[in-house]
């Protein structure tokens, strides 16, 4: 079963303007991950922000974390066409396990 | 180095037939997931591997589904007697640091599997 859950769902923006989608979920975690994935296929790796950590940075990318709330956001500042891309988030328990995703938010750029 | 790949890219089946997916992960990776994506949807968890054994099988969707892995490399997804149901994209993942400790996975491109 799924356990992050994205929202919206859905985020169209201009070129140069910031996108922000959210995350929740469910049980503790170890670490949280946001992935993004083109065209339905492979996903690459973003940025991994751990329990421990409230903010991190990477490039033009933001992500907080708020335990409390079991909640992130992912801040995508000035955005490009080529940001275009599903986004998810992803979390970790323990160990190797696996990664639980949400379902996606859908992010359209347009030039 | 090589990143993580998948064969086939594409495949199409009849409904009842018999579908093997192969994934070559990035060679040192001890840890190799397999995940199913239905359009539109977010990923679902269907096994995975650390070395050559399975400690969590929890997400195959049912007994026509299984994997193997050899010589801590290649790992096969077969499902027999394929459903409609079936059609998705199967993507493999492998990881070479245990994820609780940072690590992060990698992803193949994937297979689309289309039952027809």
């Known amino acids: 079963s799924q356990q992050g859950e994205e929202d919206p769902q859905a985020l169209s923006i201009q070129e140069g303007e910031n996108a922000t989608m959210n995350c929740s979920y469910k049980?503790?975690?170890?670490?949280l991950q946001w992935y993004r994935q083109n065209s339905g296929r492979g996903l690459v790796h973003l940025i991994l922000i751990r329990s421990n950590e409230r903010e991190k940075h990477s490039g033009r990318l933001r992500v907080t974390l708020d335990t409390s709330k079991k909640s992130s956001s992912l801040l995508i500042t000035a955005s490009r066409a080529a940001d275009t891309a599903s986004y998810f988030c992803a979390t970790v328990s323990s160990g190797n396990t696996p990664l639980v995703f949400g379902k996606g938010t859908r992010l359209s750029v347009i030039a | 180095g090589a990143g993580v790949s998948q064969s086939p890219s594409n495949k199409v089946t009849e409904k009842g037939k018999d579908v093997e997916l192969r994934c070559d992960p990035i060679s040192g990776h001890t840890a190799l997931y397999w995940y199913r994506q239905r359009l539109g949807q977010g990923l679902e968890f269907l096994i995975y591997f650390q070395g050559n054994s399975a400690p969590d099988k929890s997400g195959l969707p049912s007994d026509r589904f299984s994997a193997e892995r050899t010589g801590e490399s290649v790992s096969t997804l077969t499902i027999q007697r394929t459903q409609q149901e079936d059609s998705a994209v199967y993507l493999c993942a492998s990881s070479g640091v245990g994820l609780a400790g940072g690590g992060t996975q990698y992803f193949g491109p994937g297979t689309r599997l289309l039952v027809l």
């Open positions: 049980t503790s975690i170890n670490n």
